[in-house]
């Protein structure tokens, strides 16, 4: 399976404050994902990241509040733009491989006070 | 819609004890089920899948068989170890679901020596 790194592992940020995450993928992929676990909750999808396009949306998740970038094929970001303590969550990225299976990132731990 | 329920936990069990923890899911067609680990401080990793109807996914011990007939995808493993101790997603691909991951609520084990 890929290795998917992120960068920050963690952070603690101050409200109003913005934060960009890293995802960097060891092989060339075609969808990759980025998803919301909030503290002792299931993970919720925010968006698929699109290479050389726009990223898609899921319901309650909006670009100005969550921009994605997806350069190329081994690379994106999330940004959590204007901060507030309900962001706090854990944000991971996850990779499709052999076919469907999901592979994901080690996660971006934030807290926001 | 599409949708996961997972009894809720959370599960305490002795070393060596058998372990079931139920997976029952929503949707149209036929989804790909998977079962995901997070182990604590850690992210989210495969632990097994099944893509069609009497499928058997195994890994590690675990089991689990697509049961079409009660939409079901039920974690069995016969003799629980306290490194197993981690929380247990069911989640599911639909099967037009263009890869999107949709997770149970997540349910804790913590195995005691």
């Known amino acids: 399976s890929a290795v998917i790194s992120q960068k920050p592992s963690r952070d603690i940020c101050q409200r109003g404050t913005s934060l960009t995450i890293q995802c960097q993928v060891d092989s060339q992929v075609t969808m990759m994902f980025w998803y919301r676990q909030q503290p002792g909750q299931s993970l919720t999808l925010i968006a698929t990241a699109n290479q050389g396009s726009e990223a898609t949306y899921e319901s309650g998740f909006v670009i100005d509040k969550f921009p994605i970038s997806r350069p190329n094929l081994t690379f994106s970001t999330l940004t959590v733009s204007n901060m507030s303590p309900e962001d706090s969550s854990i944000y991971l990225c996850?990779?499709?491989?052999?076919?469907?299976?999901?592979?994901f990132g080690p996660g971006t731990r934030l807290l926001v006070l | 819609g599409n949708s996961v329920t997972q009894m809720e936990g959370p599960v305490t069990l002795s070393e060596e004890a058998f372990l079931t923890i139920n997976c029952t899911y929503t949707?149209?067609?036929?989804?790909?089920l998977f079962w995901y680990v997070q182990y604590p401080g850690e992210g989210l990793q495969l632990l097994l899948k099944?893509?069609?109807?009497?499928d058997k996914g195994s890994n590690k011990g675990f089991e689990a068989t697509y049961r079409k007939e009660t939409t079901s995808f039920h974690l069995e493993k016969g003799s629980v170890q306290v490194s197993d101790s981690a929380v247990y997603f069911c989640a599911l691909t639909p099967e037009s679901g263009y890869n999107k991951l949709i997770f149970g609520a997540g349910t804790r084990l913590a195995v005691h020596p």
């Open positions: 996850s990779v499709v491989q052999g076919g469907e299976t999901q592979y």
């Open positions: 949707a149209t067609g036929y989804p790909s």
């Open positions: 099944a893509t069609k109807a009497d």
